[in-house]
């Protein structure tokens, strides 16, 4: 049994021998072999690693030499500089002190010179100017008498940045040119009106202007010339151009050319800033001149509105990039913005609404444009009961762009909903409805 026993254990060992020669040895010696090129691999790449740190540092140590040499030239260069500051701060202080002692020699030169002269300021020039007759009446409102025989000449002096409308005088006597000079002081509540000369001009031909509002069919000729006023085609009044038939020509055209130069800088800037900050820009450069005064103006005809509706489309295109033959209806819709059309029915609105629940607050002819249809008739009627305005009838052009004729046809299109709300309300809704309703 013992060696039945040991037989079989040295047929097993050598199963195993056999076993780990033939097939386990080989895929042993392959993953060593495996495990090894990739350990050959890894090292190689370590120290392609180390090679590149070390050409770093190297590079980093050669340009840190540059640098510091290069502070140091700059350390010295600053030094220099510092020096050289010092310098000149040093002879500036040298030129400023002998330049003051320049003024004030000059000033005791001059002083010296006018001892016996005045000047005065302010007083403007009239027709056939007289400096001697100026200073005497002058030299009487603050309570001084002085006469030509005090006077040994007047003129006046080139305007400057000090002052203008300057005239000296030279007294003959020292004694007269000090008591005006301690009387000066009266002077403080006088206007130049009150110098006799100053009062007695006329109104000044070409600072005041009249205009006559007519029809281009009937010329009113009103000649105000021999008082010193000039007729005028177009006067600007508070920032609005008026022509004599109220056609807006000149308002127009200003609005025009303004919207072009203000489109030029929203279109660069387009490219650089966000929508945001475009709508932002286009209520600081284009809405505060299509928006002032258009109340009066806005009542143009539609071929003289025109050009400015074309700009305020170019606009709203521009802060798309969308192609000029594009409808802007959408974009409009995007930005919340309402067109030319729509500021002018949200503006006559707005004083409509005022002028009905606040009349206390506004000018009373104000008021009287406007009648609610409920006072026109005794028995109530469908059109008066929805709160709006009596429309006089009109045939031209003209009539339809009265006051009274737009706020009764402008006021009918806002829903009941809308006329009942509060101020504040009201022009909220007022736009909202708009908007939604805008082409």
């Given at each position: 049994m013992a060696a039945s026993h040991g037989l079989e254990g040295s047929l097993t060992l050598e199963s195993l021998r056999k076993l780990w020669k033939d097939e386990l040895l080989k895929d042993v010696r392959n993953e060593v072999k495996v495990a090894v090129i990739q350990l050959k691999e890894e090292m190689n790449l370590f120290r392609k690693k180390i090679d590149e740190i070390e050409a770093s540092q190297k590079f980093l140590a050669s340009q840190y030499d540059k640098v510091l040499s290069n502070l140091q030239g700059t350390n010295r260069s600053v030094q220099d500089m510092n020096a050289n500051i010092q310098h000149v701060t040093q002879d500036l202080i040298e030129t400023k002190e002998w330049l003051d002692e320049l003024d004030s020699r000059l000033d005791e030169q001059q002083q010296y010179g006018r001892r016996d002269c005045l000047e005065f300021v302010g007083i403007p020039k009239v027709d056939n100017d007289d400096p001697v007759k100026l200073v005497i009446e002058t030299a009487a409102l603050a309570g001084v008498e002085v006469k030509e025989d005090d006077i040994s000449i007047a003129h006046r002096l080139k305007p400057t940045k000090k002052g203008q409308d300057r005239i000296i005088a030279k007294f003959i006597r020292r004694s007269k040119r000090d008591e005006v000079y301690s009387n000066r002081k009266n002077l403080k509540q006088k206007r130049?009106?009150?110098?006799?000369?100053?009062?007695?001009?006329?109104?000044?031909?070409?600072?005041?202007?009249?205009?006559?509002?007519?029809?281009?069919?009937?010329?009113?000729?009103?000649?105000?010339?021999?008082?010193?006023?000039?007729?005028?085609?177009?006067?600007?009044?508070?920032?609005?151009?008026?022509?004599?038939?109220?056609?807006?020509?000149?308002?127009?055209?200003?609005?025009?050319?303004?919207?072009?130069?203000?489109?030029?800088?929203?279109?660069?800037?387009?490219y650089f800033l966000p929508l945001t900050t475009l709508t932002?820009?286009?209520?600081?450069?284009?809405?505060?001149?299509?928006?002032?005064?258009?109340?009066?103006?806005?009542?143009?005809?539609?071929?003289?509105?025109?050009?400015?509706?074309?700009?305020?489309?170019?606009?709203?295109?521009?802060?798309?990039?969308?192609?000029?033959?594009?409808?802007?209806?959408?974009?409009?819709?995007?930005?919340?913005?309402?067109?030319?059309?729509?500021?002018?029915?949200?503006?006559?609105?707005?004083?409509?609404?005022?002028?009905?629940?606040?009349?206390?607050?506004m000018p009373k002819p104000l008021c009287n444009l406007i009648l609610p249809a409920t006072q026109v008739h005794s028995h109530n009627t469908r059109y008066a009961s929805k709160g709006n305005l009596f429309r006089p009838a009109s045939k031209t052009n003209y009539g339809l762009t009265k006051f009274t004729a737009m706020s009764s046809r402008f006021w009918e299109k806002i829903p009941n909903c809308i006329k009942s709300l509060p101020y504040n309300s009201f022009i909220e809704q007022l736009k909202l409805h708009l908007l939604n309703n805008q082409n």
């Open positions: 130049t009106k009150d110098l006799p000369t100053v009062r007695d001009q006329p109104a000044e031909s070409g600072k005041t202007h009249h205009i006559t509002v007519t029809s281009p069919r009937k010329s009113v000729s009103i000649d105000l010339t021999a008082y010193g006023i000039k007729n005028t085609n177009n006067i600007k009044y508070l920032g609005v151009f008026i022509d004599e038939h109220l056609k807006w020509n000149s308002q127009l055209n200003h609005v025009n050319k303004c919207l072009a130069k203000n489109l030029g800088i929203i279109s660069k800037l387009r932002q820009l286009y209520y600081n450069l284009i809405y505060p001149y299509i928006s002032y005064g258009i109340m009066s103006w806005g009542s143009a005809s539609q071929t003289r509105l025109r050009p400015i509706k074309t700009k305020q489309n170019k606009c709203i295109r521009s802060i798309f990039f969308a192609p000029q033959r594009e409808s802007p209806s959408n974009y409009y819709q995007l930005l919340r913005i309402l067109n030319l059309d729509n500021i002018h029915n949200l503006r006559i609105s707005s004083l409509v609404y005022k002028l009905q629940h606040f009349p206390d607050t």
